[in-house]
């Protein structure tokens, strides 16, 4: 099958219907799930870290069921083995001989459940399957997707029987995404709705197919992005390694990966360009777990958001009116 042919303006459409068909399963949460669909159509990983119950495993199974991606679950303990991710070689009865059976990474959507309960040496197999897109067994290398995408979750305040992600995973993730708590308005519908369902399961439909989410990623791809506005990127992730609150700023990667995004942003406008405005709203998940605040600063309930609200406050934006240099 070949990658379907979609125009920026399909792109806003079929963002639109996914968003909607998400929202069946979890409702309220529409500004947090753009931020997820966006990093899935950047072709990025996804960090969603937030308290137990905010329904961060229905996120990654709910976008699944809408693209049609095939989905794989595994749930992170301290006794995971990177086998039981990438796949191992075992006897076939029939044959007698040693055969490769894949793991759950050659999947479409991989969710890493609580990823940092699992120890160092099975995260460091996730992270090849991330970065590379491949999993190297028994000297064998095997592609993985198109799409691959992990999204994986943790919970922020338990600590026991974990593994902190050092930060060169940490910054192999396109964004870091919190729901929250709903509003009560919210949570409300979230009752009436499952009363009048009868069953905890929410069906959803299938909006779009795989070949027709590769067609939007490569429409994501081709969105333009002016020097004023690619220059405005350079400068704002310059001014995190400058903060007096940071002791380690965002790395190239983290300029990276605002262009990613707000390439996303725009192509979920139905624009083929990117304007300031897309990337003042992508800079907070795209940057803000990139940074690793001076240690004075711990007590002070300063977060990394609240740094990258202040480098935007700080760096002048360019003229919102497309440059010359847009198609």
Do not use: C
């Not at 990654?60 to 693209?67: E, H, I, P, Q, V």
């Amino acid at each position: 099958m070949s990658i379907r042919a979609v125009d920026a303006e399909g792109v806003g459409v079929l963002a639109s219907a996914i968003l909607d068909e998400v929202e069946k399963a979890v409702y309220g949460k529409r500004q947090a799930l753009e931020v997820v669909l966006m990093a899935i159509l950047a072709d990025g990983h996804i960090l969603i870290e937030d308290l137990p119950g905010l329904a961060k495993t229905l996120v990654a199974r709910s976008f699944a069921a809408a693209t049609d991606l095939q989905f794989a679950r595994v749930q992170f303990t301290p006794d995971l083995m990177p086998m039981d991710i990438t796949g191992s070689f075992v006897l076939d009865p029939a044959t007698g001989l040693p055969g490769f059976r894949p793991g759950p990474v050659f999947s479409n959507l991989l969710l890493a459940d609580e990823i940092n309960r699992a120890p160092a040496k099975t995260q460091a197999a996730l992270l090849e399957a991330m970065q590379e897109r491949q999993v190297t067994a028994d000297g064998v290398t095997r592609p993985l997707g198109p799409p691959f995408l992990v999204i994986a979750t943790q919970n922020p305040i338990e600590y026991e029987g974990t593994y902190p992600l050092p930060e060169a995973q940490i910054d192999r993730f396109l964004i870091r995404a919190r729901l929250g708590y709903p509003v009560p308005d919210a949570e409300w519908e979230m009752l009436d709705r499952r009363a009048k369902r009868g069953t905890d399961e929410v069906e959803l439909d299938v909006v779009v197919d795989r070949m027709t989410l590769l067609g939007m990623q490569k429409v994501v791809e081709e969105v333009h992005v002016s020097e004023s506005v690619g220059r405005y990127i350079v400068q704002l992730v310059a001014a995190t390694r400058s903060s007096g609150r940071v002791r380690v700023g965002a790395s190239p990667r983290g300029s990276l990966a605002v262009m990613k995004l707000a390439r996303a942003k725009a192509a979920l406008a139905g624009r083929g360009y990117v304007l300031p405005d897309d990337v003042q709203e992508v800079a907070v998940p795209a940057l803000a777990h990139r940074l690793i605040l001076r240690p004075e600063f711990w007590a002070q309930d300063l977060s990394e958001e609240r740094v990258i609200e202040e480098v935007l406050e700080q760096v002048p934006s360019p003229p919102a009116i497309p440059s010359v240099d847009s198609p």
